[in-house]
């Protein structure tokens, strides 16, 4: 069975830094396409950076700023958040099917593979 449990949300001060976690486990992470989602309140859910065999793909908001890596030895995903901007609480998802990032981040993320559970993080003064 496939499984992601994302870690590492909580609160940071506008300008701040944050790193996201994604342990998996039921499949091989090299083998598939990990892609990190948020949603805001009000606002639909929307893929953010995408690491996989093909080159990552970052959306254009966090280009600069976000870093998504990987650690197959620990087979966990990780995801970089610098100069966070002032926003309401914001639920990050991680998420993983076969095929292109391109493809994953342009796909609602109930029609892939598996998710997790989802971390909150909250940017705020």
């Known amino acids: 069975q496939m499984q992601l449990a994302e870690s590492g949300g909580g609160l940071v001060q506008p300008g701040g830094s944050l790193t996201l976690s994604c342990v998996v486990s039921?499949?091989?992470?090299?083998?598939?396409?990990i892609g990190w989602y948020r949603k805001a309140p009000g606002k639909e859910r929307e893929g953010v950076s995408c690491i996989g065999k093909t080159p990552s793909v970052d959306r254009d908001s966090v280009k600069g700023r976000f870093t998504i890596s990987r650690d197959a030895a620990k087979s966990t995903v990780y995801l970089r958040m610098d100069n966070l901007q002032l926003e309401a609480t914001v639920e990050y998802y991680c998420a993983t099917d076969l095929g292109p990032c391109a493809r994953l981040l342009t796909t609602p993320m109930e029609e892939l593979a598996a998710w997790g559970q989802g971390t909150l993080v909250t940017v705020s003064s």
């Open positions: 039921g499949f091989t992470l090299e083998d598939f396409s």
